[in-house]
């Protein structure tokens, strides 16, 4: 005879294990569209963002293109630090000129400034590229417009223009030259700390903020200064000729209002953009040639970093570098 309760529990053994059986089943579905469903929505922002990428740099190129207008002035801005990479670096404010200096309606340029300075070579490569479209274009004026700040590099590449106007409170000059370092010697004997550096060549450690000034050094530091200033010298009396009234302190690194300007010969006159375009350049619609920084080229930059950044952890820190 068969046991009747015994032939009941292995009935719903049986059953439980079914159960869990398709319920196991179906969570794995479950699971698995899930992940499916993940995965889908991760490629699909992949190609939003791969889509978008597209339209930033199309976009980009387009608003560094110059609007059209028939007769006008072409205004390319100098603002803020003249150093590689940055808005006012020389390859920017030579490409804005050029793109300027060759377009057939442009009746004159006007290169609108408000810089501290920057970098001798970029300015000096801007001033160059100045002088040599304004030969290339004879009929094209180009004028140069300070704002608030036109001191040091700023100035450099002002001295390029035809002419320079400037309002009263403007900031001109600081015609000199400067290297900035700093000292912690007498910090790190306090501490107790102790420099180790091996260099192959005496003059390798040059200026070192962990040694002291070593006398010989600082003056050959204080000759290539020297030489560089008289560059910026000559530059400033070529630029500015018969106009200039030279003083003993002209080229001494100090600054002078735009008013006081005017009366050294740094500047020539009083004038604003619009004032220029309509009443000097003849041609009152301004167009902006200025290439700037577009939200693309950030997004690149902070990119960049980031991959440099996760390099510079992998790479040998301690080793001998050639700079």
């Known amino acids: 005879m068969t046991d009747s309760t015994g032939s009941t529990d292995s009935t719903d ?12 089943i179906a969570l794995a579905g479950v699971a698995e569209q899930r992940r499916a469903r993940r995965w889908g929505i991760f490629f699909k922002l992949l190609g939003f963002a791969y889509v978008t990428w597209i ?11 110059a609007p059209g207008a028939e007769k006008h002035t072409a205004l390319v801005e100098v603002d803020g630090l003249i150093a590689p990479g940055s808005d006012a670096s020389a390859d920017r404010i030579t490409s804005a000129l050029q793109a ?34 304004r030969k290339k274009y004879p009929k094209i004026p180009l004028y140069a417009v300070v704002e608030d700040l036109c001191a040091s590099g700023g100035y450099y590449v002002a001295v390029g223009a035809d002419r320079i106007f400037v309002s009263k409170s403007s900031i001109v000059g600081s015609i000199g030259v400067r290297m900035d ?7 790190m004997e306090k501490l107790g700390i102790e420099r180790r550096l091996l260099t192959a060549g005496k003059n390798k450690a040059l200026l070192d903020p962990f040694l002291p000034v070593e006398k010989d050094q600082e003056q050959y530091v204080l000759g290539l200064l020297k030489e560089i200033h008289q560059q910026f010298i000559d530059t400033v009396r070529a630029g500015r000729g018969a106009r200039l009234k030279e003083t003993p302190e002209m080229f001494s690194g100090l600054i002078w209002t735009g008013e006081k300007g005017i009366e050294l010969g740094l500047v020539d006159s009083l004038g604003t953009l619009d004032s220029v375009a309509r009443e000097v350049i ?42």
């Not at 053994?13 to 196991?24: F, H, N, V, Y």
């Not at 370092?181 to 910090?187: A, E, K």
């Open 13 to 24: 053994r049986t059953d439980q294990w079914e159960r869990k059986a398709l319920e196991k």
């Open 55 to 65: 339209i930033l740099l199309v976009t980009g190129w387009q608003a560094a293109e």
């Open 100 to 133: 300027a200096f060759e377009d057939e309606r442009t009746q004159g340029v006007v290169l609108r400034i408000n810089s501290p300075g920057g970098s001798p070579v970029q300015a000096q490569t801007i001033y160059d590229e100045m002088r040599r479209l």
């Open 181 to 187: 370092g700093f000292g912690v010697t007498g910090l």
């Open 282 to 323: 003849k041609a009152e619609e301004v167009v902006d040639y200025t290439q700037k920084e577009n939200i693309a080229e950030r997004i690149a930059k902070r990119f960049g970093a980031s991959m440099a950044s996760a390099l510079a952890d992998l790479a040998v820190r301690e080793r001998p570098l050639l700079r």
